[in-house]
C-alpha cells in the first residue's frame, strides 16, 4: 500500500518512520485530529471520592491491561479503597474473562470493567472522576486517551513504548524498560499523593495539546489532500 499510495503520512514520527522504512519513500507526519471541544471541561484538581485509576483501551494483549491490575494491586496496598477502571470494549469474551479472574484474585471488588460500550457523557465523568490515567501498552501508534486524559487534567504515567512517549512528550511521567509493575504502583503513590507533583502535570498536559490543536492539524491534513 505505502509504494501504491499518492502521498504517505503517519499519525506519529513513529508510524511515519515505518512507513518509510517498508515503502522507501518519504512520510510525513499529521496527527490525529483531536477535536476538544467535542470533549466535557476538564475535571478538578482534587477530584473526591476514593483514589482512582483509569485506563482507557481495547482489551486486547498488547494493551496490557494485566500489567495495570498488577501495578493497581501494589498500589492498593496502601490505598484499600483505591478504585481501578477499565474501559473498552474486549478482543473476546475469553480475554476479558481471564482479566477478570486476576483482577479479583490481586484486587478483589476494586476492579470495574466496562466493556460494553459507553457513552460520551459517561466517559466524560470517568476522566473527571479520576486521579491517575495508567498506561502499561507494549505498542500505539498514536495513543488517543493520552490525549484525552491530558484535556480532563488527569495526571498520565505512562510506559514509553511505540509512540507513546511522542504524544505525551515532557507532560507524563515515562516508565522506561526496566521499570516493572511495583516501579508503576510506586508511581500511582507519587501522583496521587503528591499535590504538587499533579499540578505541574495538568499545567504540562495542557501546554502539550497544543501541539494537536485541532485546527492546525485539519490544515495538514487538508494540504496533503489537496496536494493530490
Known sequence: LGRR???????????????RELSGRPAEVIPVLFDRAAL???????????????????????????????????????????????????????????????????????????????????????????????????????GIPLLEALHYGVPVIARDAGAVGEVLGDAALLLGPEDDVATAGEALSLVIADRELRSELRARGGRRLKVYDSARTAAKLRAAVESL
Open 5 to 19: 499510495a499518492g502521498r504517505l503520512a503517519g499519525v506519529s514520527e513513529f508510524n511515519a518512520r515505518e512507513l
Open 40 to 142: 466535557g471541561s476538564p475535571g478538578p484538581a482534587e477530584p473526591p471520592g476514593p483514589p482512582t485509576v483509569l485506563f482507557v483501551g481495547r482489551l486486547a494483549p498488547h494493551k496490557r491491561q494485566d500489567l495495570v491490575i498488577h501495578a493497581f494491586a501494589r498500589y492498593r496496598r496502601r490505598e484499600p479503597a483505591a478504585r481501578l477502571v477499565l474501559v473498552g470494549t474486549a478482543l473476546n469474551q475469553e480475554f476479558e474473562a481471564g482479566l477478570r479472574a486476576l483482577a479479583e484474585r490481586l484486587a478483589p471488588g476494586a476492579v470495574s470493567f466496562e466493556t460494553g460500550g459507553i457513552a460520551p457523557a459517561q466517559l466524560d465523568q470517568r476522566y473527571r472522576s479520576a486521579h491517575a490515567f495508567l498506561c502499561l501498552s507494549e505498542h500505539e501508534g498514536f
